[in-house]
């Protein structure tokens, strides 16, 4: 709550520049889609640090990316960034062999005419050419995540369920009552609500760490659980090094079974034989997962699992979820994420839980959250259009649509255009590449310069168009949603 309030004092003030060091880690899931909406209409200078990519994309207009020890600024969303770094990483490894090659070349004809007389001045030619061609050295490679979660065999048609659970802690009122869920072994369930509404707890009880007030936790007798709670990432003994940590959660291992779980987890060689005490969360969180690995399971728990993991850690983890062949229950105020996994939803909002038998998107848009829609009811924008007579329902809808139409055109046009004028030049620029590595196998500096002249005036116009495609797209997404609300208050097909 002291973080929430810290925020709110923040925005608040109306600063010129707004720094967020990653809000996503504190803030519930109805609380990030009010940051989102307020962070767009936010007229000042933001910074913003996140792992979450989507919210990150929604919000900024570009990137600042911290590679290879470097910071780098891009127009436009992370796409875009990682993008241009692989063109730039390819276009750098291409140059670099072709580079080794032609020097081995001028190598072996040193080699061969060295102590010929006649060919002296030839020799000393190729010597000083390969003294003053510029070598570039072989990037490092990057360390990523790259796993999957050990499945135990399951046959049976579900894993878990629930019947009428209820649960409250001590003498407080219930968290939730009358739950009713069936897991199967290949269910993708999202668990989503505002924080302290119960979620954890949820986990707790089907993992059996808790005891229902009332109801039933019915567990399959060949079902094997893997639980990744926040509690667990902060209850790791601070004395254990990582290895002995991920030994202890299956003793069966043998030591190198042991430092490959570590090794996938980025804890290579001797970084594994490091004590948990001095370690950051992310690392914390990547041992947390290590253990997971070590166990197969057929049911996976998953607390807010990419609350300290960096963008390619949590992707690497989404990968890993959609991979997995048993059953999956994951908490997360990631819309992202629950967009990309989940097909099943457990809600808590309201004062109450209940399964919705669909995907985020479809939640949205057929219930949604209490919050906004009270928010929308109480606001005058939000507020049901005063019911006239039919003629003035049509004639007011006509007018909607008149304007939508006026509206959204030129931006569809904008995007059909901008993405359009993008495709050409990016199959320009990979022309330009190939004819840029062969002037330099041929070492021609002027038609190096200028094809690289070339190159660079066309990847700055594609980023130009790259911040009109964005800025076209969500404006007209904005105006799209806004158009469809004022459609739906007066009634009638839209």
Wanted: aromatic share 6%.
């Amino acid at each position: 709550y002291q973080v929430r309030l810290n925020l709110a004092k923040s925005l608040l003030g109306q600063p010129d520049l707004l720094l967020l060091d990653e809000p996503n880690n504190y803030l519930d899931i109805v609380s990030l889609r009010w940051l989102r909406g307020f962070l767009r209409s936010w007229r000042h200078t933001l910074i913003l640090i996140t792992h979450d990519r989507e919210f990150m994309d929604s919000v900024t207009s570009h990137t600042l990316a911290i590679h290879r020890r470097q910071l780098r600024k891009f127009e436009g969303g992370t796409e875009k960034a990682y993008d241009q770094i692989g063109i730039e990483e390819g276009l750098h490894e291409k140059t670099r062999v072709n580079t080794e090659k032609k020097i081995a070349q001028e190598m072996r004809f040193i080699q061969r005419f060295r102590a010929k007389a006649r060919r002296a001045s030839q020799v000393q030619s190729r010597l000083k050419q390969i003294d003053k061609r510029e070598r570039l050295d072989k990037l490092d490679e990057i360390s990523r995540l790259d796993f999957n979660f050990a499945t135990s065999s399951f046959n049976g048609k579900w894993l878990l369920e629930t019947r009428d659970l209820t649960f409250g802690y001590d003498e407080n009122p219930d968290l939730f009552e009358n739950l009713d869920v069936v897991i199967g072994p290949r269910d993708r369930v999202g668990v989503i609500g505002p924080n302290g509404k119960g979620k954890s707890t949820l986990l707790k009880l089907m993992a059996g760490d808790l005891v229902p007030r009332s109801g039933t936790v019915r567990q399959h007798i060949n079902h094997k659980i893997a639980h990744f709670g926040q509690d667990h990432i902060d209850g790791l003994p601070a004395g254990r090094s990582i290895e002995e940590e991920v030994y202890s959660a299956n003793s069966m291992l043998t030591r190198t079974e042991v430092r490959d779980i570590c090794g996938l987890m980025m804890f290579s060689g001797d970084d594994a034989m490091k004590q948990i005490g001095i370690l950051s969360g992310g690392e914390r969180a990547r041992v947390l997962l290590a253990r997971l690995l070590a166990t197969p399971a057929n049911l996976l728990l998953l607390d807010e699992p990419t609350n300290h993991l960096d963008i390619t850690s949590t992707e690497a983890l989404i990968d890993a979820i959609n991979a997995f062949a048993g059953g999956v229950l994951l908490v997360t105020h990631a819309e992202s994420i629950l967009r990309e996994v989940c097909t099943r939803l457990i809600v808590f909002d309201g004062g109450r839980a209940f399964v919705h038998e669909a995907g985020y998107n479809d939640f949205l848009g057929r219930i949604g959250w209490v919050d906004e829609r009270e928010a929308g009811a109480s606001s005058p924008k939000g507020a049901r259009v005063k019911r006239g007579s039919k003629k003035d329902l049509r004639r007011e809808r006509a007018a909607v649509i008149s304007r939508r139409s006026r509206i959204l055109r030129p931006l569809l046009e904008t995007i059909e255009r901008s993405e359009k004028e993008i495709g050409e030049l990016e199959r320009n620029s990979e022309l330009i590449e190939s004819e840029l590595i062969e002037a330099s196998e041929k070492g021609d500096a002027a038609r190096i310069a200028t094809l690289g002249a070339d190159l660079k005036e066309g990847r700055q116009r594609i980023e130009t168009l790259f911040g009109k495609l964005e800025e076209a797209t969500c404006e007209h997404d904005y105006q799209s949603a806004d158009f469809k609300r004022k459609l739906e208050e007066i009634g009638g097909d839209s």
